[in-house]
């Protein structure tokens, strides 16, 4: 009787503990740090693209609630024209042809992003862009991946 007594209370207090850290995690945003980070979150939401077709993945993609945003962490994805169809950084892109857009350094990124993705499958590119965290152009680093003949998407981490 006094070890299963003792067993629930130590669960108890488990829980309890796991609960606080959960909620101490959930306060602060959290950050893609490495490489290995952005190339498995854009390798999940390619295979959500597989799993429920790009019209909701997309719609998935742009929402702070839809899996897909993680912080310093979202999903964008460009048709081959440069339409941004996904953007879970700044939903207001969706719609827009963004292939001119120019990083500080005069790196059309997005027109780089479909040709690395279209003519290579998978791949990094570097460029700098607004960080939607700190509120500052900072470097990154994304992981571009060819969703189909029409589609690349990505994700990246932002190095500071």
Not at 76 to 94: L, R, S
Not at 133 to 149: G, N, P, Q, T
Request: overall charge positive; some cysteine; proline content about 3%.
């Amino acid at each position: 009787m006094f070890m299963r007594h003792h067993n629930k209370t130590l669960s108890g207090v488990s829980a309890a503990f796991m609960a606080a850290l959960l909620v101490s995690a959930m306060a602060v945003p959290a950050a893609a740090n490495s490489a290995a980070e952005a190339k498995a979150f854009a390798e999940n939401a390619v295979a959500h693209i597989k799993a429920v077709g790009k019209k909701q993945a997309f719609a998935d993609f742009s929402r702070k609630d839809g899996g897909f945003v993680d912080g310093e962490l979202y999903m964008f994805c460009y048709e081959k024209d440069g339409t941004n169809v996904a953007h879970g950084g700044n939903p207001a892109f969706v719609g827009k042809n963004l292939l001119d857009v120019k990083d500080p350094d005069g790196v059309q990124v997005n027109a780089e992003i479909i040709k690395l993705g279209m003519s290579q499958g998978t791949g990094w590119l570097d460029f700098k862009w607004p960080n939607p965290v700190s509120k500052k152009v900072e470097a990154k680093s994304a992981y571009v991946m060819k969703v189909d003949d029409k589609t690349v998407c990505g994700s990246g981490y932002f190095k500071g």
